[in-house]
T-cell receptor, first 109, second 113 residues
Framework: ELKVEQNPLFLSMQEGKNYTIYCNYSTTSDRLYWYRQDPGKSLESLFVLLSNGAVKQEGRLMASLDTKARLSTLHITAAVHDLSATYFC?????????FGTGTSLTVIP | DGGITQSPKYLFRKEGQNVTLSCEQNLNHDAMYWYRQDPGQGLRLIYYSQIVNDFQKGDIAEGYSVSREKKESFPLTVTSAQKNPTAFYLCASNSIIGYNEQFFGPGTRLTVL
């Protein structure tokens, strides 16, 4: 069974600080996805990473993929309160998607 | 506007009742999925379908049933056999050509009374 692990599960960080969320997965896959979920809401797509070495950036968030290490990172730069949410990574294998447990991020003033 | 709609937004079920959650998409996607999310948890796959009139069980299919009679529609029935159905249900879809980014509907929150 394909496993996707994220860490940390909970992250409380001060505004202005940097931090990285890690996503490890247990089988080969060239495609990895990052989503954001606000409380009580659905999932919103953030990044689609399609190959080894892929890097995508949007605002204060940057995602990267190392398929050899089976690792993706989501880096947060100079955090602001609006980034408070739960972040999920997901891997697809033959059109079946496997989600990490999520990282609940709280940005405090 | 292309997207995925789910209805109802909130649903209350009495014990022993079957209820059906609706999911419709106008993105022309072939594949559709149902996930269950419990509070503070990740997503667990219930059922998925890659083509009309065909679907496969996910990790937690017991107590649920689906149909895929039209490409646009993938309703989920929560049967009385599902002992703990209170959860947030998310429908998703994606194209099976090219990269497979999943798009999600707004979700249905089901509560058993």
């Amino acid at each position: 069974e394909l496993k996707v692990e994220q860490n940390p599960l909970f992250l409380s960080m001060q505004e202005g600080k940097n931090y990285t969320i890690y996503c490890n997965y247990s089988t080969t896959s060239d495609r990895l996805y990052w989503y954001r979920q606000d409380p009580g809401k659905s999932l919103e797509s953030l990044f689609v990473l399609l190959s080894n070495g892929a890097v995508k950036q949007e605002g204060r968030l940057m995602a990267s993929l190392d398929t050899k290490a089976r690792l993706s990172t989501l880096h947060i730069t100079a955090a602001v309160h609006d980034l408070s949410a739960t972040y999920f990574c997901a891997v697809d294998n033959s059109n079946q998607f496997y989600f990490g447990t999520g990282t609940s991020l709280t940005v405090i003033p | 506007d292309g997207g995925i709609t789910q209805s109802p937004k909130y649903l209350f079920r009495k014990e022993g009742q079957n209820v059906t959650l609706s999911c419709e998409q106008n993105l022309n996607h072939d594949a559709m999925y149902w996930y269950r999310q419990d509070p503070g948890q990740g997503l667990r796959l219930i059922y998925y379908s890659q083509i009309v009139n065909d679907f496969q069980k996910g990790d937690i299919a017991e107590g649920y049933s689906v149909s895929r009679e039209k490409k646009e529609s993938f309703p989920l029935t929560v049967t009385s056999a599902q002992k703990n159905p209170t959860a947030f249900y998310l429908c998703a879809s994606n194209s099976i050509i090219g990269y497979n980014e999943q798009f999600f509907g707004p979700g249905t929150r089901l509560t058993v009374l």
